[in-house]
């Protein structure tokens, strides 16, 4: 199962674009990469998943390099409700349901 | 809401107690998940279940026993827990098992 690093914790202001890096340098071809967001007192929310080069929803884009040893979670302008814990996870159909959370990255966003 | 839903939200029970965590999804899912979230630790998958078949259970001590009666329903059900089995217990369903997961809100349990 490939394993994640991501920064323990982030600061950034209010209408700022903020880039998230996730290492995955074991990922495997059949792996994909997700995104989520955890707000306090809550589950975690799914943000967005991509398996190559760039993907882009309503939320955030995804960047993943040639050789998808990493990825970055891009969040356009971001408010004060973005404040939470983001997590990157890898994996895929043979992944028999096992993914593997780390500590995720706690993104601070001050006024 | 996000399609998932989790009862009760807070519970406190005694180290003698049973009790039930209640699951629910109406999203058509055909897997259904238990994690458990403590302090400082990051998410340990519990339980899985897919197509009402257990999956995994990942060495769970036995006062932890999950029950899935149908596809969209997942029960944990609980008996003479110890004070460090307090944490926040979430339920998730996916669509096979690399997808998005969609998690509930969760189950803040405190045993005392």
């Known amino acids: 199962l490939a394993k994640t690093t991501q920064p323990i914790s982030m600061d950034s202001y209010e209408g700022q674009e903020v880039n998230i890096t996730c290492s995955h340098n074991?990922?495997?071809?059949?792996?994909?990469i997700t995104w989520y967001q955890q707000l306090p007192s809550q589950g975690p929310r799914f943000i967005i998943q991509?398996?190559?080069?760039?993907v882009t929803n309503e939320v955030a884009s995804l960047f993943i390099p040639a050789d998808r040893k990493s990825s970055t979670l891009s969040l356009p302008r971001v408010s004060l409700s973005d404040t939470a814990v983001y997590y990157c996870?890898?994996?895929?159909?043979?992944?028999?349901?096992?993914?593997?959370w780390g500590a995720g990255t706690k993104l601070i966003i001050k006024p | 809401e996000t399609g998932v839903t989790q009862t009760p939200r807070h519970l406190v029970m005694g180290m003698t107690n049973k009790k039930s965590l209640k699951c629910e999804q109406h999203?058509?899912?055909?897997?259904m998940y238990w994690y458990k979230q403590s302090a400082k630790k990051p998410l340990e998958l519990m339980f899985v279940y897919s197509l009402e078949e257990r999956v995994e259970n990942n060495s769970v001590p036995s006062r932890f026993s999950p029950e899935c009666p149908n596809s969209s329903h997942l029960f944990l059900h609980l008996h003479t827990l110890q004070p460090e089995d307090s944490a926040l217990y979430l339920c998730?369903?996916?669509?096979?098992?690399?997808?998005?997961?969609?998690f509930g809100s969760g189950t803040r349990l405190t045993v005392v």
């Open positions: 996870l890898v994996g895929g159909m043979d992944s028999n349901y096992q993914l593997i």
């Open positions: 074991n990922i495997a071809t059949n792996d994909y």
């Open positions: 998730a369903s996916s669509q096979d098992s690399y997808y998005g997961y969609t």
């Open positions: 999203l058509g899912h055909n897997a």
């Open positions: 991509g398996y190559k080069t760039k």
